[in-house]
């Protein structure tokens, strides 16, 4: 049972353009919702995260919005650069035991072309 | 500071053999989690450890276990190799349990089973 599902599976966007990952969640248990990088050969870095009670998150050219009602949570990043071409996952998770344990989407690679 | 520090970084074992990987967090935290990440599969939770105790455990068999040293380092062990457990196995490590936003990634073991 895939409970956070992501789509799109790879993306191929121009220099400058906006790229947009999506995912869905199932469990409304779920109260923090993290987007990671992951470069080749290294580890998966937090890069913005998001709780249900706000619908958007900035950082920079990172967005995060939420949409509870839907169960869905995306990122756009603005003005793309090839620097960003990488691995994207969205996680969704829930306190258990005083630990956040995050269940991941399948990742994006994102492919941005100069 | 150093990041968090995985060993070895690549390891070849056939089906059957036993496996065990090291973790080294970064100086301070004490809290350590581990992680299988396939093409599959993608990025799963496979336990935590908190001031040598086990938190948190994933949905995966006996064959995976884990401990943590009273430096926090851990180790997580694999028995009886199968050709499913090649993975990227990663560890995290955050000054306590529940600092989402504070968790590191290190660079990850590549276990490949033959």
């Known amino acids: 049972q895939q409970q956070v599902k992501q789509s799109p599976q790879s993306l191929i966007v121009q220099k400058g353009g906006i790229s947009i990952i999506n995912c869905a969640y199932e469990n409304t248990a779920f109260d923090y919702f993290p987007w990671y990088q992951q470069f080749p050969g290294k580890g998966p870095a937090l890069l913005i995260a998001i709780r249900p009670d706000v619908s958007e998150k900035k950082e920079g050219r990172f967005t995060i919005s939420f949409n509870k009602s839907a169960k869905q949570f995306s990122l756009h990043i603005m003005d793309s650069q090839p620097g960003d071409s990488a691995t994207y996952f969205c996680a969704a998770s829930t306190r258990t035991g005083g630990s956040y344990i995050p269940t991941f989407g399948r990742g994006t690679s994102l492919i941005v072309h100069p | 500071k150093a990041g968090v520090t995985q060993t070895p970084r690549y390891l070849i074992k056939t089906r059957g053999q036993q496996v065990t990987l090291s973790c080294s967090p970064i100086s301070g935290h004490r809290s350590v989690s581990w992680y299988q990440q396939t093409p599959g599969q993608g990025l799963q939770f496979l336990f935590e450890?908190?001031?040598?105790?086990?938190?948190n455990k994933g949905n995966f068999p006996g064959r995976f276990s884990g401990r943590q040293f009273s430096n926090s380092r851990s180790e997580m062990n694999v028995s009886t190799l199968e050709l499913g457990d090649s993975a990227l196995y990663l560890c995290a490590s955050s000054l306590e349990p529940g600092l989402a936003r504070e968790q590191f990634f290190g660079p990850g073991t590549r276990l490949t089973v033959l």
């Open positions: 450890y908190f001031s040598e105790t086990q938190r």
